[in-house]
């Protein structure tokens, strides 16, 4: 394979945003990396182009029938200038764990990394530098393929784009509201609740937006059989600390493979602290609540980081963790992983990848 990148740059660059005016994913950078794969020639044309709407017939396979794949990443401006990806090859690896899923060709992860790298070198200037925010990288593999039978596509394309984002939560980094959602469900065994494909997110959308309606923030999907056990937040993995024991779902194939989930398992087991990953039950979170042992819960994703949970209703009850503030815990792991995100705590896992300019 050519892994030539060919740079066009934009002769208009847009202006940026103050850093304290970013919310979640509504910027985008000056530029966009892209990529085609066909039959003939796998993955070939690497480029990076002004960003901008592209063009694709009505009977592109993925408008269809689903065929995506797409990843969520962060470049950080750390101390010194410089520019942090983390853990960017187990990005690289889970997109292809979804292509798999989903009948589309891998990637080769060096290829992943470098179009990121590039990428992010070319529009450095846009990685915010405030507290709290960060630049997002959204990765995303189409079916291309102009054909209306059910089948694998022939051809893809692979985008990377670039958001500068702050708080992905309106309420900011202060504890969420969780709904816990009892008729809908998000997946079942066997099918694509580990793969990070659009159709998992929009079968959510429903219960989402009837729970913003009621003023929570995010709803929690329970197991798609029984209704009992916890399994993920629309937005990120779920961790829920009871009797000083952190527990999160288990990765049985239902719930997302999180990269932030598997760095705070690591980091409590460094530090000693009990981590779990076992089924829990809704009644077993009320329970605890009940007895006075649920002692914190949050949400943990690269969008979402570290998001403490302040309040979950079920049904007609209503409990508040930690009187509605943010734990102990949640704030170590929190700042921990924050600080070794921006370079300012030794990283000891190797979770870190630094950008060398390699676009100059
Ligand atoms: C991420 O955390 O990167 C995601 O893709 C979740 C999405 C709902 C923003």
């Not at 915010?128 to 960060?134: E, I, L, N, Q, V």
Request: some cysteine; charged content about 20%.
């Amino acid at each position: 394979m050519n892994n030539h990148i060919e740079i066009c740059e934009t002769r208009e660059r847009k202006p940026r945003p103050p850093d304290q005016d970013l919310g979640f994913g509504d910027v985008f950078t000056d530029h966009m990396f892209v990529m085609q794969y066909n039959q003939e020639l796998g993955w070939h044309d690497q480029k990076i182009i002004p960003y901008g709407p592209m063009s694709l017939p009505p009977a592109a396979a993925c408008f269809h029938y689903g065929q995506t794949a797409f990843e969520g990443l962060k470049a950080y401006r750390g101390a010194g200038e410089r520019i942090l990806l983390f853990r960017p090859w187990d990005n690289a690896r889970r997109i292809n764990a979804t292509g798999e899923r989903l009948c589309m060709p891998p990637i080769p992860k060096e290829t992943f990394l470098r179009a990121v790298e590039t990428l992010v070198t070319v529009d450095r200037d846009w990685i915010p530098s405030a507290p709290g925010t960060s630049l997002y990288i959204r990765p995303v593999i189409i079916a291309t393929e102009e054909h209306l039978a059910l089948k694998p596509s022939s051809s893809y394309l692979f985008v990377i784009m670039l958001s500068p984002v702050g708080s992905y939560y309106r309420r900011g980094i202060a504890p969420t509201r969780i709904y816990v959602e009892t008729e809908q469900v998000r997946s079942v065994p066997g099918g694509v609740g580990a793969a990070k494909t659009g159709g998992n997110y929009a079968r959510g959308l429903q219960a989402e937006v009837r729970a913003a309606g009621q003023g929570y923030d995010q709803v929690l999907w329970l197991d798609g059989q029984k209704r009992e056990f916890a399994e993920e937040v629309g937005t990120s993995n779920v961790f829920f600390m009871i009797d000083d024991v952190v527990i999160t779902p288990p990765l049985h194939g239902t719930i997302m493979p999180g990269i932030t989930r598997d760095s705070v398992l690591t980091l409590l087991r460094e530090w000693g602290v009990a981590a779990e990953e076992r089924e829990i039950s809704v009644q077993e979170i009320a329970d605890a609540h009940q007895a006075g042992s649920l002692q914190e819960a949050f949400g943990a994703g690269t969008a979402a980081v570290i998001s403490p949970i302040g309040e979950i209703c079920w049904k007609d009850r209503c409990m508040q963790i930690n009187r509605g503030e943010t734990g102990p815990v949640t704030r170590r792991i929190y700042e921990t992983l924050t600080g070794i995100q921006l370079g300012r705590i030794e990283d000891p896992f190797g979770w870190t990848t630094e950008v060398l300019l390699l676009a100059e």
